[in-house]
């Protein structure tokens, strides 16, 4: 089975993620923003076995730290989907503007599509390319934990910003609509910031995409 464990990273407090496969308790970083000690806590007190790095998008706060945890652990990292690419060949700026530690520009080792999976020891993950608050943003979800990892796509209550270069409103909108609600109500989120919710939640209260 799937297990997570939620680490609020950098001054923007975004959710990294440490996710898992239970029986070969081989893990996955989701989003390193930054404050890596923290996320070696979580694999030290799991006994977890780091094996590869995933991004849903490039934003420095989700993937400032990429490059040095790839470097420091040799590990392959996967996402975001290609679009992205401009993202990342600005961390150096985006860290600057910021005003987070230094971060390197990185190639991801698998660049993601919509359809694509992502295997994490024994666990399978889908892959589903939201495009909106950056081009190349995807969301990972795991059918048997009823789990999706949404990045800024969407929040408890809110939405991603799409006032950053090459975000689109309606774009957004569309993505939460047709990829993350056909998945089902009962599935329980991950933000990038912010507390879980659920999509059924969303679908009731959330005021920009809840059902008319």
Known sequence: MLQYKIVPVTQFQQNCSVIWCDKTRQAA??????????????????????????????????????????EQ?????????WEDKFWIDALPQQSAMFGFPQAKPFTPDRWLKDGDTVTVGEETL????????????????????????????????????????????DTLIHSIRSKLWPLGDDVSFVPGHGPMSTFGQERRSNPFVKDL
């Open 73 to 81: 652990r040799e590990l392959p990292i996967e996402g975001p989907e």
């Open 29 to 70: 970083v989701v989003d390193p923003g930054g404050d890596l000690p923290k996320i070696e806590e979580v694999l030290k007190a799991n006994d977890l076995t780091l094996e590869k790095i995933l991004l849903t998008h490039a934003h420095i706060d989700h993937a400032g730290a990429t490059a040095d945890l790839a």
């Open 126 to 169: 889908e892959v589903y390319h939201c495009p909106g608050h950056t081009p190349g943003h995807v969301v990972f979800f795991h059918p048997g934990a009823k789990l999706a990892l949404v990045g800024d796509v969407l929040f408890n209550g809110s939405i991603g910003r799409t006032d950053f270069p090459r975000g689109d409103y």
